[in-house]
T-cell receptor, first 110, second 114 residues
Framework: GQQVMQIPQYQHVQEGEDFTTYCNSS?????IQWYKQRPGGHPVFLIQ?????EVKKQKRLTFQFGEAKKNSSLHITATQTTDVGTYFC??????????FGAGTRLFVKA | EADIYQTPRYLVIGTGKKITLECSQT?????MYWYQQDPGMELHLIHY???????EKGDLSSESTVSRIRTEHFPLTLESARPSHTSQYLC?????????????FGAGSRLTVL
């Protein structure tokens, strides 16, 4: 079945350092979304990418969708303590099911 | 703010009890989902629904059952809870239009079975 792999599992950074998480799908995706889950909270939608090679930015966050629509990345520039949480990618192949990656847990040391 | 509500938020029960986790959304979304998530871990899809009277099992085998009698309501039931059912259960819905693929999650129900 469809699988979405996400690395790294954990990332510890010093405040001000950059952070990147990567997502790879075993099949071509029609779209990919990114969600953030704060400790003790629930996933909250950040962004959706639909087009091959698409790049979107939200302040310090940059999202990319690969040319083959099978991989994606989230890059945070100059992390802050408010960035702490788990970042999930989630992919659709056109059906009703959304398959989540395992998530990357970000720890930021002040 | 998300318009999807889950109750109870926290539940501690004994083995063998029957429980129902409630999920309601006021957005008129057709598609609803239940995910199971252990603390800090990945989300596993256990049930989903395309609309009223439609339910499907997800990718992770679960002893729970669901029903969808009304669009806004998607309860999950465990007939006989066991310690292995201890987890967080997240309900989500998905609408149409430009946000057709975006999942809106409830706050979750954290279940502990003793």
């Amino acid at each position: 079945g469809q699988q979405v792999m996400q690395i790294p599992q954990y990332q510890h950074v010093q405040e001000g350092e950059d952070f990147t998480t990567y997502c790879n799908s075993s099949t071509t995706l029609s779209n990919i979304q990114w969600y953030k889950q704060r400790p003790g909270g629930h996933p909250v939608f950040l962004i959706q990418l639909v087009k091959s090679g698409e790049v979107k930015k939200q302040k310090r966050l940059t999202f990319q969708f690969g040319e083959a629509k099978k991989n994606s990345s989230l890059h945070i520039t100059a992390t802050q303590t408010t960035d702490v949480g788990t970042y999930f990618c989630a992919g659709n192949t056109g059906g009703f099911k959304t398959i989540f990656g395992a998530g990357t847990r970000l720890f930021v040391k002040a | 703010e998300a318009d999807i509500y889950q109750t109870p938020r926290y539940l501690v029960i004994g083995t063998g009890k029957k429980i129902t986790l409630e999920c309601s959304q006021t957005m008129g979304h057709d598609k609803m989902y239940w995910y199971q998530q252990d603390p800090g871990m990945e989300l596993h899809l256990i049930h989903y629904s395309y609309g009223v009277n439609s339910t499907e099992k997800g990718d992770l085998s679960s002893e729970s059952t669901v029903s969808r009698i009304r669009t806004e309501h998607f309860p999950l039931t465990l007939e006989s809870a066991r310690p292995s059912h201890t987890s967080q259960y997240l309900c989500a819905s998905r609408g149409g239009g430009s946000g057709a693929n975006v999942l809106t999650f409830g706050a979750g129900s954290r279940l502990t079975v003793l």
